[in-house]
């Protein structure tokens, strides 16, 4: 099974949506992020947790909420989509240590119609 | 704020031959790490190979090295022995260690291994 999960993997919306994007992980550890990928970029960061109490906004956070339930659980909400909001979004997680290297999950491709 | 550099937004090899990913950056931190991830068609994000700013030896993992040169700021990733593969977005990325310790990543260099 996979260390890091995403559900769902696809998924098709409409402007002014609310969705959530799950992350799991079975790696134990504490920190985990979201990024967002889009055509001809590189990863941009949208949030990131250290732990269940530890929330800190990205590069890119504004339209974006997340939720830390649990340690092995981080999700990304989009209160009201729009269509700039259409990418392809990974969860990640790495241990503790300053540069531990960062596992990805398999991504969620989101379309905003 | 740390930046980046992928100059090669395409490029092409043969099958057996080695090819060498371009990335410079900067920082003014000195301690980081510098990170390659290979992204197929499929689109999943796969590490590679790390780097540590106070490394002294390059890392090496199977095929892949990493040519780093602290003194020029640059990160090259070089593959050896390409396999078709070995085609993918390779993205060069770096994570301060004031900064959350969050991924930069450069915008990937694609990879075609040719037969």
């Known amino acids: 099974d996979a260390d890091v999960t995403q559900t769902p993997r696809n998924r098709i919306t409409k402007t002014g949506k609310r969705i959530m994007l799950e992350c799991s992980q079975t790696?134990?550890?504490?920190?985990m992020y979201w990024y967002r990928q889009d055509p001809g970029l590189g990863l941009r960061l949208i949030y990131y947790?250290?732990?269940?109490?530890?929330?800190n906004k990205g590069e890119i956070s504004d339209g974006y909420s997340v939720s830390r339930q649990a340690q092995a659980k981080f999700s990304l909400s989009l209160e009201s989509a729009i269509p700039n909001q259409t990418a392809l979004y990974f969860c990640?997680?790495?241990?503790?240590?300053?540069?531990?290297?960062?596992?990805f999950g398999p991504g969620t491709r989101l379309l905003v119609l | 704020a740390q930046k980046i550099t992928q100059t090669q937004p395409g490029m092409f090899v043969q099958e057996k031959e080695a090819v060498t990913l371009d990335c410079t950056y900067d920082?003014?931190?000195?301690?980081?790490?510098l990170f390659w991830y290979k992204q197929p068609s499929s689109g999943e994000m796969i590490f590679l190979i790390y780097?540590?700013?106070?490394?002294?030896q390059n890392a090496t993992e199977g095929r892949y090295s990493l040519n780093f040169q602290k003194a020029r700021k640059s990160a090259n990733l070089v593959i050896s022995a390409s396999q078709l593969g070995d085609s993918a977005m390779y993205f060069c990325?770096?994570?301060?260690?004031?900064?959350?310790?969050?991924?930069?990543f450069g915008k990937g260099t694609s990879l075609l291994v040719t037969p």
């Open positions: 990640a997680t790495s241990g503790e240590g300053g540069l531990a290297t960062q596992y």
């Open positions: 790696k134990g550890h504490d920190r």
């Open positions: 947790s250290f732990d269940v109490k530890d929330i």
């Open positions: 920082t003014s931190d000195p301690s980081y790490g």
């Open positions: 780097q540590g700013s106070y490394d002294q």
């Open positions: 990325a770096m994570t301060p260690a004031n900064s959350g310790y969050a991924l930069n």
